[in-house]
């Protein structure tokens, strides 16, 4: 095995076994593309300061570009020796280039190295899956945009509760992935911090100038304290928790539509392209993209609680633990990343049975009309809403819908009933046109889908 770096301070070589624990090129690859940026930009640093020649700066910087050019086509080649992507990354420079090679890293330690990589990385893959949560927006929008009048029973408790805009239901999911999209624009802001130059733990000992280095790289500001700097890993817990929040509101609508997509419910067709047969029952056409989608959503919350533990008992300054940074949050953002263009063909693939769905309604939901009626009528809310439940409770008990009952039972009930109230009953279900703001009459869904339009535009 070829020596380490570190070596010459110890009389005897790394046991293979603690290499292998050690080591962590078997993850960190990722990080190459925005390793090289970075060596990039403090080979330009340690120029701008003096402590590089225009000479050994052409050098690094042609064996950057020729690394990374091998990167692209696949034909870098890592070695068992090496620990990392920093160090595989630096072996190969050195071959390529030479003495110049072993200037790149004066002043710098690959603790400020891989936060600064990972927080471009968490950057750019924060960008990445903003875009595509507001692909899955679009997919519902258009969605609920088709099926603003159509009547849906709403649920609370899994029972039917109240009549709604299935539109408005379908937009409820909309509004909760467009909050994580905006939730992760924060978690790009707080990202924005550049810690390279804090070094090891108390900042680089080259006179480098950190404010430009954070401008050339695309970060808002250069980091305010190098402790902190190089020991932080709070943006990897709010992007962490940022993708496990995602995956819940995932799940919640995955479980919708696996709900409606029964049998029992019947409210959902899925297209043929987005759902999986049975390798032993032939007529089954099961919703396996939503389960999926359901169970992958755990995935996230135990990526995110499981750093958490990790970072919990920390003392400061960088320690090797920080290591488990990378695996959580690359699988994470992956996950993410596989879940929701998945998500937005199946949306598109879904057809609602709104016949099914009409026949579906209880008709016990018409008591909410008959505690209006009252109300309307002077009657108290509480007073109504026992009148409405004691109604509720006959037709129960005759097996029968509310509008077949009498009317002399009605009137049994309350004096206030009149003979309208059968007609008020016997009225099919309709979305109203007007109501109360944020609600799912049609004014309020149409406001929201322009909402969601114009802010998809944006």
């Not at 130059?197 to 500001?221: C, H, K, M």
């Not at 960088?318 to 690359?330: A, G, I, S, T």
Request: glycine content about 8%; charged content about 25%.
């Amino acid at each position: 095995m070829a020596e380490k770096v570190w070596q010459k301070r110890f009389s005897q070589p790394l046991d293979p076994r603690v290499h292998d624990l050690n080591r962590s090129l078997g993850f960190d690859n990722w990080l190459a593309p925005y390793d090289l940026q970075v060596s990039t930009v403090w080979a330009r640093a340690l120029n701008r300061c003096g402590l590089l020649s225009e000479k050994d700066l052409k050098a690094i910087l042609q064996g950057l570009k020729d690394i990374g050019a091998e990167f692209e086509q696949g034909e870098f080649e890592l070695h068992e020796a090496d620990e990392d992507i920093h160090m595989a990354i630096e072996r190969r420079l050195g071959e390529l280039i030479g003495e110049p090679a072993r200037r790149l890293h004066h002043g710098r330690s690959r603790n400020d190295q891989v936060a600064t990589d990972l927080r471009l990385y968490a950057l750019d893959h924060a960008g990445k899956i903003r875009q595509a949560l507001r692909e899955v927006i679009t997919a519902l929008v258009e969605l609920a945009g088709e099926h603003t009048g159509t009547p849906f029973p709403g649920h609370t408790h899994l029972q039917q509760a109240q009549v709604l805009s299935l539109g408005h239901l379908l937009l409820a999911h909309a509004w909760s992935l467009k909050s994580d999209n905006e939730f992760l624009d924060r978690v790009k802001q707080v990202t924005s911090v550049c810690p390279l130059g804090s070094a090891a733990l108390g900042g680089s000992t080259a006179p480098v100038d950190r404010e430009w280095i954070a401008s050339e790289l695309g970060f808002a500001a250069p980091s305010d304290n190098s402790v902190e700097a190089v020991a932080s890993r709070d943006f990897v817990m709010d992007l962490l928790y940022g993708l496990s929040r995602t995956g819940v509101h995932l799940s919640r609508l995955a479980e919708d539509f696996i709900l409606w997509n029964s049998q029992e419910f019947g409210f959902v067709t899925l297209a043929d392209t987005v759902a999986t047969g049975s390798s032993l029952l032939a007529h089954k056409k099961n919703p396996d993209m939503f389960e999926l989608i359901r169970g992958k959503s755990g995935r996230l919350v135990g990526n995110h609680t499981g750093f958490l533990a990790t970072v919990k008992g920390l003392p400061s300054g960088y320690n090797k633990d920080l290591q488990e940074d990378k695996e959580p949050l690359f699988d994470s953002v992956d996950t993410v990343l596989q879940l929701l263009p998945a998500l937005e063909v199946t949306l598109r693939g879904v057809t609602f049975n709104v016949e099914r769905i009409a026949a579906q309604l209880s008709p016990y939901l018409k008591a909410e009309r008959i505690v209006q009626y009252l109300t309307g009528r002077g009657v108290a809310f509480r007073e109504a809403y026992g009148i409405a439940g004691s109604l509720v409770k006959e037709a129960e008990s005759q097996a029968v819908a509310l509008e077949d009952l009498p009317v002399k039972v009605f009137q049994k009930a309350s004096p206030s009933f009149e003979e309208d109230i059968l007609t008020v009953l016997e009225s099919d279900w309709e979305i109203p046109a007007e109501g109360v703001m944020g609600g799912s009459n049609r004014k309020s869904v149409e406001q929201q889908l322009k909402q969601l339009r114009d802010w998809i535009k944006r």
